[in-house]
């Protein structure tokens, strides 16, 4: 049983963010006139609506142990809605999206009978909702009561890995690791964000709201997805830093590209094409700073696109081993859900090999192995050989469950142009024919969600189509 370790003593966040905390956030307050967005809310208003939150969650009634679904877009609410939990109102459950699904998903999940929103939504039957505006500013000082260690939001995923899942996390999770962030890349006062990615994500939460409050910078009020708006909004609105996903990195190949005033990009929710990352580089001259981690473990590793080839460095305030090449994770920013093994540590679903004393490399995730024939696939090698076949753009694997007809069946949905029958040849001479998918279906694109991961149950609905080329989007 090999053992790989890395346990480092510089940056230690633990005792220093638990104790001090609630003062720092508290002193970070009291900077009251600077703008949380340009010619929009300042730190002493969203202070103020944070008060005006908990003011009239209490005078609802709504009790410490029951939960408020949180439904809001602008990220200044957002902010005062967390703060306002962290004062005394009730933990939050914030949902990927605020469709009626969605929300009868997360109340069936967790039972809730108030939604605080600043969105048009379709509420669960018998959930009232309270509008944000609504919420009259409170003139009190905000005193900051709950523990860093007790949970304040639940985070309801879109189980683009599996089953829709809700996470807790606490103070210590996600301002902890916006703290360390905020030193780890030496972001400031001078630095102004924009983000392609909606704030309800753990990624866009960390990084387009918890992440420039705690370093007093600023953060571009709208979000922007489309290439030309976020190119615009880079000319024209002297962004600093920039959050985003592949697939809008992807929209940037463009002769319009430029460094403008960029000093960071960072990019996460999936694994970023090289040759996307290559011409970043090549444009702006920057490497995108790619993130490692997951809705419930926080933050694990960056890497810098084009160097170290590809291998992760783990961040510096947690620990970390390999164990039968499994990453197990000890960290401030695991959610309290997660289980831990007796020395705290959790055992993720990726695999990993060292790759030297300090960085690691990702061999894939344990539940992409699965036996076909009685022999072991490895879902992540396939996609790769797929990928490689030319005019080919992107791939996804996944099983199909077996049903009476059949045993389990590996199926591929392939972004490609290449006509059907070209596309099934190329397939069928990969190696291994128990390891083929039996099932392949052609999109224009992988489909993806807001956040920029996969879609997996708009796959799954191409994916048991009759046909083998599904238009399901457009070029």
């Given at each position: ?9 510089d ?11 609630n ?21 002493g ?11 009239e969650?209490v ?5 410490a ?27 939050f459950?914030?949902?990927?999206a ?9 109340h ?5 009978r108030l939604?605080?929103?600043?969105a ?18 409170g003139d ?19 189980g ?17 690791e916006?703290?360390?962030l ?36 600023q ?5 922007c ?36 005033s ?29 993130i ?5 473990t ?5 890497r ?11 961040f510096?305030c ?8 499994r ?5 401030d920013f ?13 055992v ?6 060292p ?22 696939v ?85 994916l ?12």
């Open positions: 049983m090999a053992i790989a370790s890395a346990r480092v003593v940056g230690k966040t633990r005792p220093w963010v638990k104790a001090q905390m003062q720092t956030i508290l002193a970070l307050l009291e900077n009251g006139t600077h703008r949380f967005t340009p010619s929009g809310s300042t730190v208003e969203i202070g103020e609506l944070a008060v005006g939150i908990r003011e969650l005078r609802l009634g709504a009790s142990d029951d939960p408020v679904c949180l439904c809001v877009e602008d990220r200044p609410h957002l902010l005062s809605a967390l703060l306002a939990s962290m004062a005394g109102a009730p933990p459950i914030l949902p990927h605020f469709h009626p699904q969605v929300l009868r998903e997360a069936e999940a967790k039972p809730f939604i605080l929103t600043d048009p939504i379709e509420p669960p039957e018998g959930v009232a909702v309270i509008r944000v505006d609504a919420c009259r500013p009190q000082p905000l005193r900051l009561v709950r523990p860093p260690d007790q949970p304040f939001v639940s985070l309801f995923t879109g683009s890995t599996g089953k829709s899942r809700i996470w807790a996390k606490t103070p210590a999770n996600l301002f902890g916006a703290f360390y905020a030193r780890t890349f030496g972001i400031g006062g001078g630095d102004r964000f924009l983000s392609t990615v909606p704030p309800q994500h753990i990624y866009g939460l960390l990084y387009s709201v918890l992440l420039p409050f705690v370093a007093s910078a953060m571009l009020r709208r979000t997805s489309f290439p030309r708006e976020i190119l615009d909004a880079l000319q024209t609105e002297a962004a600093t830093v920039l959050i985003g996903v592949p697939i809008h990195y992807r929209g940037l190949r463009s002769d319009d590209l430029k460094r403008f960029l000093r960071l990009a960072f990019s996460s929710a999936a694994p970023l094409d090289p040759g996307d990352a290559a011409f970043f580089r090549e444009r702006t001259g920057l490497a995108i700073t790619e490692y981690g997951s809705t419930e926080g933050g694990v590793a960056t810098a696109s084009g160097e170290n080839q590809g291998s992760w460095t783990p510096a947690l620990d970390w081993k390999i164990l039968s090449e990453l197990c994770v000890r960290s695991v959610s309290p859900d997660l289980p831990r093994d007796a020395e705290g540590f959790f993720m679903a990726d695999r990993v090999s790759d030297g004393g300090s960085r690691f490399r990702f061999l894939g995730r344990a539940d992409h192995i699965v036996k076909i024939a009685g022999k072991r490895d879902l992540e090698e396939i996609r790769d050989k797929i990928r490689r076949i030319p005019g080919v753009t992107d791939a996804y694997i996944t099983t199909l469950p077996p049903n009476r007809a059949r045993r389990v069946e590996i199926a591929a949905l392939v972004a490609t142009d290449l006509p059907a029958r070209d596309l099934r040849a190329a397939v069928r001479s990969m190696d291994a024919s128990y390891g083929r998918p039996r099932r392949i279906r052609i999109v224009h694109a992988i489909p993806v969600l807001s956040n920029g991961k996969i879609d997996r149950q708009r796959i799954d609905q191409i048991t189509s009759p046909c083998l080329a599904s238009p399901c989007l457009p070029k």
